[in-house]
């Protein structure tokens, strides 16, 4: 099977199920910025961390793949049998943070981004996810979409967050609070 298919060299690609669209459509920025997320969600797990994490991101992964199948999927045409996300994907975000946040200090102001180079590539897909939070949303104003989706993307936002908190102990960097200047 070649890579390519010259299907999509007039601005169009097919979603599961057969339907053609323009690239720019939303549905395709909409798992497009989770493909970018699950890239640097990989940057992430290249780093020299924690074994433990490096599972848990391979885990994540693998439901953003679900995820972003499930989004690439016609919701009236497609017949073909995708995985799901479950609610216990959701409950594993929660257990890492929660289990994350039993060794960090409690936060009394906000964080700058920065202050390792692992830690930053953690901020950076936490941003992604952000952004792929806030174009399924708008995705989900005129179109059928899971709930779940939303809902593992929110808190695997939240994740990442206290991921890099994390990483910042275990590097032994400094966290910046922001100080606002008056």
């Known amino acids: 099977m070649k890579v390519y298919t010259k299907k999509g060299d007039k601005g169009t690609t097919q979603l599961i199920g057969g339907t053609r669209i323009p690239k720019n459509a939303l549905r395709i920025e909409a798992y497009g910025t989770i493909d970018e997320l699950n890239s640097y969600i990989g940057l992430i797990r290249d780093q020299e961390i924690n074994s433990n994490y ?5 885990e994540t992964q693998d439901r953003l ?3 972003g199948s499930l989004l690439a999927a016609d919701p009236e045409k497609s017949t073909m ?14 257990n890492w943070i929660d289990e994350m946040e039993t060794t960090l200090e409690p936060m009394t102001s906000f964080i700058l981004p920065g202050g390792h180079t692992t ?9 992604i996810c952000r952004r792929s939070e806030r174009v399924i949303t708008e995705l989900s104003l005129t179109n059928t979409v899971s709930p779940r989706i939303l809902a593992y993307v929110n808190r695997l936002s939240d994740y990442l967050f206290v991921l890099g908190r994390k990483l910042t102990k275990d590097l032994n960097a400094k966290e910046q609070p922001w100080k606002p200047r008056m």
């Open 119 to 127: 830690v930053s590539y953690t901020h950076i897909a936490r941003c």
């Open 81 to 94: 049998k995708l995985p799901e996300l479950q609610e216990s994907d959701i409950t594993n975000l929660e």
């Open 65 to 67: 793949f679900t995820l």
């Open 54 to 58: 490096v599972d848990q991101l391979i």
